[in-house]
């Protein structure tokens, strides 16, 4: 098939998961199958499409959630994400060195890991000064991981018994990226999905101290950008709750924003492609998938058993 074809087939893929009918695990599956067969024919934009997407979606988000739940549950959320985070961190560090991964490289999984993924690691990546060549396979390792947890734990929930909020925490203390952690609770009901968002968000906020933690500690002069969308998430919030009269506009903005999320799942699944694969390289790929099941082996136990609620 050549590339035209390949272009038109992608665009046809990615206007269907426009429509209500294509779920997150269809659009998913649908992405990486595509990339594997075809590969990408805009593998230079689509991360930056699928970054601004699903940031604008999460704000969109915001206009189905009601204000106080979601401080309360951001509120109970901030020291259990601490302690993850700390945990994650340590684990992946150990890992790194018993590895012998180079330093920096170690240095972006364990914080991709442990925090928000892509966002994360593009946060840290600066401020230790990692080459793009590290940069890249931290990335990768994240990326393919996240991609796998769209699919596996939705049936693991339900294999589990979890219960909706307890699937949502889950998902948001053991799935990297922001995106992975909505279309996995998405699959599993509404109310996943609401815990499962603000949750992951609360994470998501450890970026910057962290990152200028970590500056202090190197002595660098990279500097962390504060991810604005999160903002944007807390202020539809606050319009929605401010405003219930408007529900006739909050209700077609939050839909909408669902289906967001499904073309961004679309276009994560796309960028797996067997060139990813290929350069995540063994070590910093058994780094990544250990620190992954242990954090989540070791969250889901804390839910189950009731050390989380």
């Known amino acids: 098939?050549?590339?035209?074809?390949?272009?038109?087939l992608f665009w046809s893929l990615l206007i269907c998961c426009f429509l209500p009918v294509v779920t997150a695990p269809v659009a998913l599956t649908a992405g990486i199958v595509f990339a594997l067969l075809m590969g990408n024919p805009f593998s230079g934009?689509?991360?930056?499409?699928?970054?601004?997407?699903?940031?604008?979606?999460?704000?969109?988000?915001?206009?189905?959630?009601?204000?106080?739940?979601?401080?309360?549950?951001?509120?109970?959320?901030?020291?259990?994400t601490a302690v993850s985070i700390t945990f994650a961190m340590a684990v992946g560090l150990m890992l790194g060195r018993a590895l012998r991964i180079p330093q920096?490289?170690?240095?972006?999984?364990?914080?991709?890991?442990?925090?928000?993924?892509?966002?994360?690691?593009a946060a840290m990546a600066p401020v230790i000064k990692a080459e793009p060549e590290e940069t890249g396979v931290a990335l990768a390792t994240v990326f393919t991981l996240n991609s796998v947890a769209l699919i596996i734990f939705p049936p693991i929930g339900m294999f589990l018994d979890m219960t909706q909020r307890q699937f949502g925490l889950w998902s948001a203390l053991a799935i990297h990226?922001?995106?992975?952690?909505?279309?996995?609770?998405?699959?599993?009901?509404?109310?996943?999905?609401?815990?499962?968002t603000t949750v992951k968000l609360t994470r998501a906020l450890w970026i910057m101290p962290s990152a200028v933690?970590?500056?202090?500690?190197?002595?660098?002069?990279?500097?962390?950008?504060?991810?604005?969308?999160?903002?944007?998430?807390?202020?539809a919030a606050m319009l929605k709750t401010a405003l219930p009269q408007l529900e006739t506009v909050w209700h077609p903005l939050n839909a909408i924003a669902k289906q967001s999320l499904v073309v961004t799942l679309f276009l994560i699944g796309s960028g797996l492609t067997r060139e990813?694969?290929?350069?995540?390289?063994?070590?910093?790929?058994?780094?990544?998938?250990?620190l992954w099941a242990v954090v989540s082996a070791a969250s889901a136990f804390a839910i189950m058993e009731g050390l989380i609620s």
Do not use: H
């Open 1 to 8: 098939m050549n590339g035209n074809m390949i272009k038109i």
């Open 45 to 80: 934009g689509v991360s930056t499409w699928s970054r601004r997407l699903l940031q604008l979606s999460v704000v969109g988000l915001g206009f189905g959630m009601n204000l106080p739940e979601v401080l309360k549950t951001g509120k109970e959320a901030f020291v259990y």
């Open 104 to 121: 920096r490289t170690s240095t972006l999984i364990s914080f991709g890991s442990a925090i928000c993924g892509g966002s994360a690691i």
């Open 177 to 196: 990226d922001t995106s992975s952690v909505v279309g996995a609770a998405a699959a599993y009901g509404s109310v996943a999905l609401a815990v499962g």
């Open 213 to 235: 933690f970590a500056a202090w500690i190197s002595k660098s002069e990279g500097k962390a950008k504060f991810p604005l969308f999160i903002l944007g998430f807390l202020i």
């Open 276 to 290: 990813v694969l290929g350069k995540t390289g063994m070590k910093p790929m058994a780094q990544g998938v250990v």
